[in-house]
């Protein structure tokens, strides 16, 4: 376990795309407390916000098994979904859910003044 494992599963591309699948999938098919949620609805117009908000939780959660297949020489922890599963991946997200939906940041229409 170390943070630089979990910074390194926060980064690995395949876990992005997985935890971004997962939380488009449980957006759009899965119980209404999540698809019928505000956050689905933003969730299905902003696809990021499924990194913003749940990459980290996964990372920390299943550090031991990303940091094992680390050690274990494995060229593609964050693909193999015999280090985190799928199920893993959305226990996580569901736990994590937004109750609400979240603010986003708004661009400046005038720069400011100095």
Known sequence: MSHESITQSTRDTAL??????????????????????SFGAQLQRNPMLALNYFMWPVAIEYEDAYKY?????????????GVITDAN??????????????????????????
């Open 16 to 37: 992005q795309d997985r935890v971004t699948a997962a939380a488009l999938k449980e957006s759009y098919g899965g119980g209404p407390e999540f698809s019928q949620s």
């Open 69 to 81: 297949a680390l050690d274990m020489n494995n060229d593609d922890p964050g693909g193999d979904e």
């Open 89 to 114: 991946i959305s226990a996580s997200i569901q736990v994590h859910w937004p109750k609400d939906g979240v603010p986003l940041p708004q661009p400046e229409l005038f720069p400011p003044e100095e």
